[in-house]
C-alpha cells in the first residue's frame, strides 16, 4: 500500500467559500487568468474577498486588473523558465510565509492539426 506523504505545516480543510470567514488572508494563483475561463475564475474569487494572483502573459492583459481589489497580476509565460522561476519568487514574497493556499491552473496553448504532426517542442509547450 502506497501512503499519502504527510505535509510538514498543519493539514488544510476543505475551503468553501459560501462559508462566512476571512478570505483576505488566503492566497490563491490562477493561471491564464488573461481571457476565459482563467479571467472568470480570478473574477468570482476576488468577488468572493480572496487574494488572487492572476497569471497573465504579454502586455495585451497589461492593465486588465489594474482597479481589481485583491488582484495582483504576474506576468509570466509557462514557456520561458526564467519568467516562471521570477513569477514564483514574486508570489513567494508577497505571501510570505503563508503560501498559496489554491492553484487554478487554466493555461493551454492550442497546438492545432493532427496529433503525429505536432513536433515534440510544441508537444511539451
Known sequence: MISRPRLAHSPRRRIRVDEPHSRTS?????????AGIGKAVVE????YGFRVFAG????STNGLYEAALGVTPVFIDFTDEEQV??????????TGPEGLRGLV???G??????????TVSRFRQ
Open 109 to 118: 496553448l492550442i497546438a492545432e492539426g493532427p496529433l503525429e504532426l505536432v
Open 26 to 34: 488566503l492566497s490563491v494563483f490562477v493561471s491564464g487568468a488573461g
Open 56 to 59: 497573465v502573459r504579454g502586455a
Open 44 to 47: 468570482r474569487l476576488a468577488a
Open 105 to 107: 491552473n487554466a493555461a
Open 85 to 94: 522561476a521570477r513569477g514564483a519568487a514574486e508570489i513567494s514574497m508577497l
